[in-house]
């Protein structure tokens, strides 16, 4: 089984982060996996254990971003491809999806894996989109993966504490749900082999993707904290229409 992990290099947890327009000042700050991305890995390189094969670890940024794909390759995946792209930031889930899909298109992967969604614009949508732009069947929220003569059964969590079992065929495009599995660390001996495997590097351009963005960020903020007290006045049961009323509209939380 052939498995390509999409995996996004993250600011760090506890990176300070300093606003400069529409994105964060990157310079000064750590970077990591994006964690929701390193169960879809671990998922993958089990799924590797149990069926063979081969797992890739596909990321797309600046030069930085080989260094999360190595961490990949140290845990145990086979090779990387890494689309260079400097302005990744800027990019748009549909943006950078076509991208994804161009340089896997060649790859003749039985399963594509993403994270649920990134941790620092949480957007959730290159999975799905990955799909459409492939042609083939997807799942997301997946808690559990069962392989068998060249299909799938899928546990998917719903609400309320609800699952649902799913059959798939392959190939096929999944969203791994965080907690599926306990990821494992890279070993010492993991960190030695990575040296030695292969990174292709590729470039937007070279892939042919040149989409114009379909949605832009026009601004990132950190939102003014006010506090106001405000009295509601007349019967009892004026004051309940006005406080369900507001809610409702302003607080929007019912």
């Known amino acids: 089984m052939k498995i390509i992990v999409c995996i996004k290099q ?100 039985d399963l594509i894996l993403t994270g649920l969604q990134s941790d620092d614009q ?3 949508q290159t999975g799905v989109l990955l799909a459409a732009l492939l042609d083939r069947p997807h799942a997301t929220i997946i808690m559990a993966i069962e392989a068998s003569e060249g299909k799938l059964k899928l546990k998917r969590e719903l609400e309320a504490g609800w699952f649902q079992w799913i ?20 070993t010492l001996k993991g960190i030695m082999a990575a040296k030695k495997k292969e990174i292709a590097a590729l470039t937007r351009e070279s892939l042919g993707v040149k989409s114009e963005p379909t949605q832009k960020v026009e601004k990132i903020y950190v939102p003014v904290k006010t506090k106001k007290t405000e009295f509601l006045t007349g019967t009892p049961k004026e004051v309940a229409a006005k406080l369900v009323e507001k809610l409702k509209f302003e607080a929007r939380v019912i």
């Open 10 to 109: 993250v600011p760090a947890k506890d990176a300070p982060l300093a606003i400069t327009g529409n994105w964060i000042k990157e310079s000064d700050i750590g970077f990591e996996m994006n964690e929701p991305d390193s169960f879809a890995l671990e998922e993958a390189l089990r799924l590797k254990e149990k069926h063979g094969g081969e797992v890739v670890a596909l990321s797309m940024g600046p030069e930085r971003v080989k260094q999360t794909i190595k961490e990949a390759l140290a845990k145990g995946a086979d090779r990387g491809i890494h689309i260079a792209d400097d302005q990744f930031a800027q990019l748009d889930p549909l943006g950078a999806a076509n991208a994804l899909a161009a340089a896997v298109k060649n790859e003749n992967a």
């Open 167 to 186: 059959e798939c065929p392959l190939p096929a495009v999944l969203s791994i749900q965080s907690g599926i599995n306990k990821v494992r660390y890279a």
């Open 122 to 124: 949480g957007f959730g």
